[in-house]
Every structure is written in structure tokens, then in C-alpha cells.
């Protein structure tokens, strides 16, 4: 079973992120190693609301964080195809920096949707809205963490890795088979 992996609504925050070597927007999303001359460099998050505790998952468009807690659960089940960065994370108001915190680039976009079964909106030969997602198990291939070619902001993770990822806060995982992106308009 797979489960697409989201940022929990209720432990949402403020955040600004900043990039000493902007222009990395879409690099996040493609999937792939992002080029030595190219990698992102002074990467930096400013928390704009003051928190006792912070969520091991957020996203600030286009970039998905983790905590290092995250990440060692993450690889303590074997997943091996994210590339993690370090990030700077300051609380605005007191100067404070937080735990250590990383910036995901997921390696590997599949193209994995079942466009039969699927119900979508396409806009330009894109899609734009998913009403219900099927997937194609086969175009899968056992990969454990991915986003979907058709829609990359999309993490799908599968069942183990879901299992080491509950219960961190920030984290939500709902079923892959048909999901909707409804909820994040």
C-alpha cells in the first residue's frame, strides 16, 4: 500500500526560506541530483511565529524540510534516494536556532499514475487537480520514496516507510488509491 505524504494542517507555522543561490525553485521537484556548481548554498529558514516545539515535516513551496529525527527514521528503514541539505533555522524573534533541520530533494519522479482509473483535471497538457488517484503498481518498480512525474509536488512513500514516519509530528499520510489534492485549496 502506498500513502502520500503531506504536511499536517494543524502544525502548520510561518516560515520564510531563503537561498543564498536562488533560482533552485523548480530543482526541488525534478527528481534528480541537483548539479555540484549548482547545489544550493546559505540555506536559511526564518520562523515567523514562536513555538514551544516545531513539526518534523513542513513545506515551504517549493521545498519540503525534515528534522534529523525524520531523516534517521527515514533511513533506518532504507531509504537512500534523498538528498538532504542543511538548513539554518532561526526564530526571527529571538535570534534562537532551532534543532537541525534539512531541505528534501527526493530522488526519483515515476510516471505511476493510472490515467484510466484516475480522475484529474489537465490544464495545458498538465495536470492541474486530482479528484482521484489510482496508481499503477507495476511503473512503480518497488520504490520505496518518489514523487509522481504527473503531479511532482506529490511524495508517495510506501507502506514501511509510512509505519516509520507516524506519529512525528507534522507528518500525515493518506492512502495513495484515491486521494485527492482537494484539501490543500
Same mark, same amino acid.
Given at each position: 500500500?502506498?500513502? !502520500?505524504? %503531506? ?17 533552485? +525553485?523548480?530543482?526541488?521537484? &525534478?527528481?534528480?541530483? *541537483? ?6 548554498? =546559505?540555506?536559511?529558514?526564518? !520562523?515567523?511565529?514562536? @513555538? ?7 513545506? %515551504? !513551496?517549493?521545498? $519540503?524540510?525534515?528534522? #534529523?529525527?525524520? #531523516?534517521? #527514521?527515514?533511513?533506518?528503514? =532504507?531509504? +537512500?534516494? *534523498? ?7 532561526? $526564530? ?21 499514475? +493510472?490515467?484510466?482509473?484516475?480522475q484529474f483535471t489537465e490544464w495545458r497538457k498538465r495536470i ?13 518498480? =518497488?520504490? @520505496?520514496?518518489?514523487? &509522481? ?17 507516524? =506519529? ?18
Open positions: 500500500m502506498y500513502f !502520500v505524504l %503531506e504536511q499536517e494542517r494543524e502544525t502548520a507555522f510561518m516560515v520564510s526560506f531563503e537561498d543564498a543561490n536562488p533560482g533552485h +525553485d523548480l530543482k526541488w521537484s &525534478m527528481g534528480r541530483l *541537483i548539479p555540484p556548481d549548482e547545489k544550493p548554498s =546559505g540555506l536559511k529558514l526564518t !520562523v515567523e511565529e514562536v @513555538r514551544d516545539a516545531y513539526p518534523d515535516y513542513f513545506t %515551504e !513551496v517549493p521545498v $519540503d524540510f525534515c528534522s #534529523r529525527r525524520m #531523516r534517521e #527514521r527515514l533511513e533506518a528503514v =532504507g531509504v +537512500d534516494n *534523498i538528498d538532504y541539505h542543511p538548513v539554518e533555522m532561526v $526564530d526571527e524573534a529571538t535570534g534562537k536556532h532551532i534543532d537541525k533541520y534539512f531541505a528534501m530533494n527526493v530522488l526519483g519522479r515515476i510516471v505511476c499514475m +493510472d490515467r484510466q482509473r484516475s492541474a487537480r486530482i479528484q482521484s488517484l489510482v496508481l499503477d503498481p507495476a511503473a512503480i518498480q =518497488g520504490m @520505496r520514496v518518489f514523487r &509522481m512525474n504527473e503531479y511532482p509536488d506529490v511524495i508517495v512513500v510506501d507502506g514501511d516507510v509510512a509505519e516509520a514516519l507516524r =506519529g512525528l509530528p507534522g507528518v500525515a499520510l493518506r492512502p495513495a488509491e484515491g486521494w485527492s489534492d482537494a484539501h490543500r485549496f
